[in-house]
Each structure stands twice: as C-alpha cells, then as structure tokens.
C-alpha cells in the first residue's frame, strides 16, 4: 500500500491526476434527470473497443490477398484456439454497434439536443455514423466470399451513377474495372487503417465537445422547461449530481444490460447477420442468386430501384444525408419539449416509418 501510496504521489506531483480525477468526475456535475438514453454513448465505447480487440486478434491470421483470404477465414472459423468467438464477436458487434449508433442518434433527435450549443456535437456525431458505415462496407469484403465480392460489386456500381465522375470513382475505389484483389487491398487499408485513424480522432473531438458544452438536460423531465440550460460557463443548477459515482453506475447497468444481449446473439444467432452466401468461396463467374446489402443498407439499395434512373436515386439519398447532417443549423427555435414540437414529431414518426418501409421493401423485393 505504501508503495501504491508513493505511485499515486508521484504521479500527482507531475500529472495532477487527482485535479484531473475531480474536474471530470466527481467535481463534474450533470442534471440529474438524464436517463438511460444517455447511457448509449458509453454502450458505444464499449462496443467499439470490443471491435478494435477482437479485430486485432483477427489480423493475426487473417491474409489480405484474393487467394488466400477465404482460407484463412475459414482457417480462424475452425482451426484457431477461439476464433469462431472472436470472428462472430466482430461481425455480430458491427451490427449491434450500427443499431445502438442510431438509438442514439434517434434520442438526440427526438429530445432535441442537437440544438444550439451542440450543432458540433450533432454533426461529428452524424460523421461517425457514416464512418461506421465504411467501416461496415469494407469490413464486409474481407472475407471474399460470394456474398462480400458480390454485394461490394453492387455498392460499388452506385457510384457509378454521379455524373461525369462516375466510372473515375469507381475505378478508383476497385483499383480496376471489377472487383478484384486491388480491391481487396484498397479496402483492407481503409478498414484497419485509415477509417479508424479518422474515427479514433473524431470520438475524441465529439467527446470533448460534449464535455465543453455539458449534458443537455431532457426536455420532458420534471421542472424542465425544455429550453436550453445552455450556457456552458454557467454554475451548476442546484440538484445536479456528480459524474462519478451516480451516472457511471447508471451507466455501468446499461452496458451490461446490452453486452448479455449483444453475447446472446453472439452466441445463439450469429446467422442472424451471416447468410448462407457468405459461406462459399468468391467466384467471379458465378453471380449468386438474391444477393443484397446489408439490412442497413436497404433502406438506400431499395430507393435506388424506386427512382427510374440511379442519378435521382442517389441525388435524393444526398439531398435526405445533408439535411440530416445541416439539422441544427436549420431548426433554429429554442424548444426542445416534443409536446410543443407537433410538426418535428410528426415528421419524425413518418421518417422513421418510411425508412423502416423501404428496408421491409428492399429486403423483400
């Protein structure tokens, strides 16, 4: 104990760890009537640090090149101590991590806590959703298998549809006219490399955003007036409670909570999120039948059939994206409170609506 004493002291003296330990945790104040919404950005920490492990111990065995990428996929599947666990643990998690990102991202909505001050907050968040999306859509050719070469062909092709750039992009994403080991290379690098890198650095402006402007308190919440407490240099209202340990335990039961959901999927019903297509071999040659996205991607696969070209397709995609992403600075008033709020709420069920319709849509059709 002496010895940890003198670690501590020494620390102290050079770091002022025990300033930094009250500034942000038991000296920071949050309102006290945060709810388990707010528990979702620390779910999403955790997920994506299982993400990053399991993916490490992934590239131990796994080869990046067209001949020998199934193999050795296969080879982790059924050769490697635990593999299977760690491999199920990576393509399950990429899936629980999408669906919490937008529980998130639909809460924040809903409570309006995108406003001003936190139009950063907003939009780095929205950032890392698309990055997620990357990370999800080159993750997904590594195996080379029928079902990633032949989805990455389709989602590839769409960028096809901008005009006069069009084949240029999707040169430059295959590194060639088809999917092949250039691409498989190029998207390797992206998947362990480069979109991470761009992730890592936005999580950690997001979250410095957030502990700069505060928490949002929720509108609904008793002896709230939905109006933004907003003032990030204003002292704290009286009632709030400490970081540590009241909203980290609140915190600590909602991961937990979604880790036995996210290790019963894991366990029970990994083909939830890995079809029968995803267990033969790549073959250029041989285009498997009812080959589609996956389940996030339907709701963009399907508007692309709605329309009678693929431009207007992806030119409503891009409009539907930039007015998501331009919200904040959009939806200018100061209420929060959904009560007051009829026209949000009632474009946000319909939104939510629609973009559940178009996936049953594109799934099915």
Request: hydrophobic share 55%.
């Amino acid at each position: 104990m002496r010895l940890l004493a003198g670690m501590v002291e020494f620390l102290d003296a050079r770091l002022g760890i025990r300033e930094l330990i009250r500034a942000n945790l038991t000296g920071y104040l949050v309102p006290r009537q945060i709810n388990v919404w707010y528990a979702l950005g620390s779910v999403l920490l955790t997920l994506f640090a299982v993400q990053v492990v399991s993916g490490m111990l992934l590239l131990i065995y796994y080869v990046p090149h067209a001949a020998m990428a199934y193999d050795s996929v296969h080879r982790i599947m059924n050769e490697v101590p635990f593999g299977w666990l760690f491999r199920y643990l990576h393509v399950v998690g990429s899936n629980v991590i999408v669906i919490v990102l937008l529980l998130h991202m639909l809460s924040v909505l809903f409570m309006g806590s995108y406003k001003k001050p936190r139009e950063l907050n907003w939009l780095s968040g929205f950032i890392l959703l698309n990055l997620t999306f990357g990370l999800c859509l080159t993750g997904y050719l590594l195996p080379w298998s029928q079902l990633s070469f032949w989805a990455t062909t389709v989602a590839t092709d769409v960028a096809g549809a901008v005009p006069f750039v069009g084949e240029a992009l999707v040169s430059m994403l295959r590194g060639g006219a088809m999917v092949s080991e250039a691409t498989l290379g190029r998207f390797f690098v992206l998947h362990v490399i480069a979109l991470p890198l761009f992730l890592a650095l936005l999580v950690g402006f997001h979250l410095f955003c957030v502990r700069r402007v505060g928490i949002s308190t929720p509108p609904f919440a008793s002896g709230s007036q939905g109006a933004p407490a907003d003032n990030p240099s204003s002292p704290a209202a009286a009632g709030d409670i400490p970081f540590f340990p009241n909203v980290i335990t609140k915190d600590l039961a909602v991961n937990a909570f979604v880790f036995a959901v996210f290790m019963a999927l894991t366990f029970f019903v990994p083909h939830l999120f890995i079809p029968p297509a995803a267990f033969s071999p790549a073959d250029p040659f041989v285009t498997p039948p009812g080959i589609k996205p996956e389940w996030y991607f339907l709701w963009a696969y399907q508007t692309m059939k709605i329309f009678p070209n693929e431009f207007l397709g992806l030119a409503a995609q891009g409009a539907a994206m930039t007015f998501m992403a331009l919200l904040p600075f959009i939806d200018r008033g100061p209420e929060r409170r959904p009560a007051k709020r009829p026209l949000f709420v009632t474009c946000f069920v319909l939104g939510l609506l629609l973009f559940v319709a178009i996936s049953l849509w594109g799934h099915h059709s």
